[in-house]
Every structure is written in structure tokens, then in C-alpha cells.
């Protein structure tokens, strides 16, 4: 693995780790090992514990008074509560970005989900999710409301790791027919209807994550 440059620090640091905890090389529960990944990345102790605060201010790791920290195990109240919120939030972008929204802006949308759709039809499981996060950023954007996609950013940083673990063929079938549903929504400028789907789309997530099991014990979670 490459060595971070000293220009970026503690935010490359931050998001290396951001993606080691996703992609499931450092697991739910388990200590940070700070010394490791300071010889991994080439930095010193300062910049990777400034990381660790970004990564818990996200919700992503628990630091622990003079023990370091630990990646933050998903219960079912955390993830109910978060995907709650951020239905809502995705909700009012689609209303938003039906009002708002440019020709240009939405033909780029559409050639996004063409190359998303033949992904998923050759079952390429990490360009697809590159590109559906490219979609639904770019209805964030088009609902032309900065603090309404910061705050969104913000919640969807805890619940990233579940895309994976959680992916199963029937709820893959579901996800696209969602987003053929938003691109019809798009073209119609229904703002309504999409705001509904995107709700809906979210709460989809949540019952495959509790059905593949990558939802922690309670128990577990607080000890």
C-alpha cells in the first residue's frame, strides 16, 4: 500500500481506515491497531489519532479513554434510527431536486444509471455500488440544498459497510427497479413520487440488513 503524503494527513488516514472498516478488513468490535497502521500508512501517532476522531465524530469507531479505539459494532436501533433520518433526508432531495433540476443534470444521471445498469447485469458488485453512490449524490446536488447533502453525508458514513455484507440477489433486483423508477421520476419531474421511492428504497436496506445478519447483538454492542 502506498505511503500518505504529508500534504493530506490525517483525511487520507482517515478515509484508508473509512474503507478498511467498509470493505470488512477491520471488523465490528475490534481495536484499531494504531502502531500497524502507522507503519502502513507512513504517519505518525498525531495525524493517525486526528483521523480517529473524524472517524468517530461519523460514528464509525468509539474511542476509548487510554485504550485507543475500536470499530463501532451496527445494532438494529442504530441502523432503525439513522435510516429514519435519512429517509427523510433523501425524501425532501427528491422533491427538491424535481424542482430544481437542469436537462444537462438529469441526461447525466441517466448515462450514470446506463453504466450502473451494466454492472449489475454482469453482477460487478464494486462499480456498481461506485456509480449508484454517483446517482444518488447527484439528486443530493440537484436539490440544490448544501446542508441538506452535508448532513446526509455525514449519517451515510456509519452505514456504508452494510452495502456489501448485506447484498443479496433479490434485493439487488429490487435496488435496480428502484432506481428505473427514479430515472421515470426525473424525466416527469414528479417530485412527489420520487421522494416516496427513496424513502422506500432506504427502508429496503434496512430489513436485508437485519435479514443477512450483519445487524450486532445489542448486548455486545454496549459492552
Known amino acids: 500500500m502506498n505511503k500518505i503524503q504529508q500534504n493530506t494527513l490525517y483525511g487520507e488516514a482517515a478515509a484508508r481506515i473509512r474503507d478498511m472498516i467498509n470493505d470488512g478488513t477491520l471488523l465490528p468490535?475490534?481495536?484499531?491497531?494504531?502502531?500497524?497502521?502507522?507503519?502502513?500508512f507512513g504517519v505518525s501517532r498525531t495525524p493517525l489519532r486526528e483521523a480517529l476522531k473524524v472517524l468517530a465524530s461519523e460514528g464509525m469507531v468509539e474511542l476509548l479513554p487510554n485504550r485507543g479505539a475500536r470499530v463501532v459494532r451496527l445494532?438494529?436501533?442504530?441502523?432503525?434510527?439513522?435510516?429514519?433520518?435519512?429517509?427523510a433526508l433523501e425524501g425532501l432531495s427528491g422533491e427538491l431536486a424535481c424542482r430544481y433540476i437542469t436537462e444537462e443534470e438529469v441526461a447525466d444521471i441517466q448515462a450514470l444509471h446506463y453504466q450502473m445498469m451494466a454492472h449489475y447485469k454482469r453482477k460487478e458488485i464494486g462499480p456498481y455500488f461506485e456509480l449508484n453512490h454517483r446517482i444518488h449524490d447527484a439528486i443530493m446536488l440537484a436539490a440544490r440544498n448544501e446542508v441538506l447533502r452535508e448532513t446526509h453525508s455525514s449519517l451515510n458514513y456509519r452505514i456504508q459497510r452494510v452495502r456489501y455484507s448485506s447484498m443479496i440477489d433479490e434485493y439487488w433486483d429490487q435496488a435496480v427497479a428502484d432506481h428505473e423508477?427514479?430515472?421515470?421520476?426525473?424525466?416527469?419531474?414528479?417530485?412527489?413520487?420520487?421522494?416516496?421511492?427513496?424513502?422506500e428504497h432506504l427502508r429496503h436496506k434496512l430489513v436485508v440488513a437485519a435479514a443477512s445478519g450483519v445487524i450486532g447483538d445489542e448486548r455486545a454492542a454496549a459492552g
Open 29 to 40: 468490535g475490534t481495536r484499531i491497531p494504531e502502531k500497524q497502521l502507522c507503519e502502513q
Open 75 to 87: 445494532t438494529r436501533q442504530m441502523l432503525e434510527e439513522t435510516y429514519s433520518v435519512m429517509g
Open 181 to 199: 423508477a427514479m430515472i421515470e421520476c426525473l424525466l416527469a419531474r414528479d417530485g412527489e413520487r420520487l421522494g416516496s421511492i427513496l424513502r
